[in-house]
């Protein structure tokens, strides 16, 4: 087995893997999961035409490949590059780049005012320009001596900013757009969101509050693994220490690993304890055990 240095581009890569898999294993138990699906059903049966949009650009990546092939059958590939190819071809498209036929943009980020006091029948309705009321800072006071904006129209009391990253991109008719502090404002906390969801049903309100709480508790156990990394200095001493770690572990560093080299002497080994706590070797494994069960 080769011996692999631990560098600052592996640690952070095995840090963002880990990160995925907690927010995956998050998400199961807190049933957010279950409600992206439902938000992204309910938005493609709310505009039928997301669906097929989906499959047209599917069907032309298809006829493209089949295009180049074609067609290169007919010209000979020692006759012209896939470059020059694609700048040649038919399509528009001036950078020799295959082209894009159906531009389709996912997002993997989700703006919503949530509030189960709002009627029922607005859930997953868009709604625009909304913010709560908010301080402003001292230098848009002015001569006017307002401190305080008030909450736009369409604000309605008990109204909550959700935003959550998704493992899993969606499709969406118009593009979101928001933040966490408008930057009028005097406080970190004030969000303005210039398109958005509205989620009013009982259900998924219940469920999407508790994203802040996951937020946090992802935040902190990837701090913990972050400090224990800096303990590392070998690929093969981290997996040593953490039982299915090598899910973590990039394919690139997995080939690298796999190498035969001569064998050299014998370090001295040090103590478990001393290196990682225990429950965080714990919680890795279960994150691990548990997301290879979702597959």
């Not at 259900?203 to 946090?216: A, H, P």
């Not at 796999?258 to 714990?282: C, L, N, Q």
């Amino acid at each position: 087995m080769a011996s692999v240095q631990m560098s600052g581009i592996l640690k952070d890569e095995i840090l963002a893997n880990y990160e995925k898999q907690l927010r995956t294993a998050y998400e199961a138990k807190t049933g957010v999961a279950e409600i992206v699906d439902q938000i992204r059903l309910g938005m493609e049966n709310t505009v039928p035409l997301l669906k097929d949009f989906r499959e047209l650009k599917s069907s032309a990546e298809f006829l493209l490949d089949e295009f180049k092939k074609q067609t290169m059958e007919l010209v000979g590939p020692d006759n012209i590059s896939i470059k020059d190819f694609w700048r040649s071809s038919m399509f528009s498209d001036g950078y020799g780049s295959k082209p894009n036929l159906v531009g389709l943009t996912e997002t993997r980020w989700l703006y919503c005012v949530i509030n189960d006091k709002r009627p029922i029948e607005k859930n997953l309705s868009y709604i625009f320009d909304w913010h709560a009321m908010y301080e402003k800072a001292d230098y848009y006071i002015g001569h006017n001596k307002i401190v305080t904006e008030p909450a736009s129209e369409n604000y309605v009391d008990g109204d909550l900013y959700f935003a959550y990253e998704f493992t899993t991109p969606l499709l969406l008719p118009l593009k979101l757009d928001a933040r966490a502090r408008y930057y009028q404002a005097k406080h970190d906390y004030a969000p303005y969101v210039d398109i958005g969801l509205v989620i009013s049903d009982p259900e998924m309100y219940n469920v999407l509050k508790q994203v802040s709480e996951t937020d946090i508790k992802v935040a902190e156990a990837v701090q913990t693994m972050k400090d224990c990394l800096e303990q590392f200095t070998t690929l093969k001493r981290f997996l040593d220490e953490f039982s299915g770690g090598m899910a973590l572990v990039p394919e690139e560093y997995k080939q690298r690993l796999a190498k035969k080299t001569p064998p050299r002497k014998k370090s001295v080994k040090v103590k478990p304890e001393a290196i990682i706590p225990d429950d965080i070797k714990d919680q890795m494994a279960e994150v691990v055990f548990e997301n290879s069960l979702l597959k």
